[in-house]
């Protein structure tokens, strides 16, 4: 089975940018829909961004649509989430998923996750 590694989060200031990696082991990655999500303080974990196999189709939540970028680098076994224009409501754990079939905003979906890396946005 896979296993997924994020890295790149930490604190930022308001309208600043991170990239997320997620990198894979074990497994390549060209063999999964991938996805980011998020889980705030108290708050259940939300979807943020996905993207299929090959890197062709792309979904977002609302609240992100035109900050965030996901991409993937199948040579690299990474997929990355650029995030842009940050707000003090990103702030969360954000993990990256893996899913064997199907690829959209359901956590059901994914069958595998990452440890999770943290994202602070200072006001």
């Known amino acids: 089975q896979v296993q997924l590694q994020e890295s790149g989060g930490g604190l930022v200031q308001a309208g600043g940018s991170l990239r997320l990696s997620c990198a894979a082991s074990r497994r390549t990655l060209s063999s999964y829909n991938m996805g980011w999500f998020r889980q705030a303080p108290g708050k259940e974990r939300e979807f943020v961004a996905a993207i299929s196999w090959g890197g062709g189709r792309w979904y977002y939540a609302d609240s992100v649509k035109g900050r965030f970028t996901i991409y993937r680098d199948n040579g690299k076994n990474t997929v990355y989430l650029q995030m842009n224009s940050l707000k003090p409501e990103d702030t969360a754990v954000y993990y990256c998923?893996?899913?064997?079939?199907?690829?959209?905003?359901?956590?059901?979906?994914?069958?595998?996750w990452g440890q999770g890396t943290q994202v602070t946005v200072s006001s």
């Open positions: 998923a893996a899913a064997t079939t199907g690829t959209g905003a359901s956590i059901t979906m994914y069958d595998y």
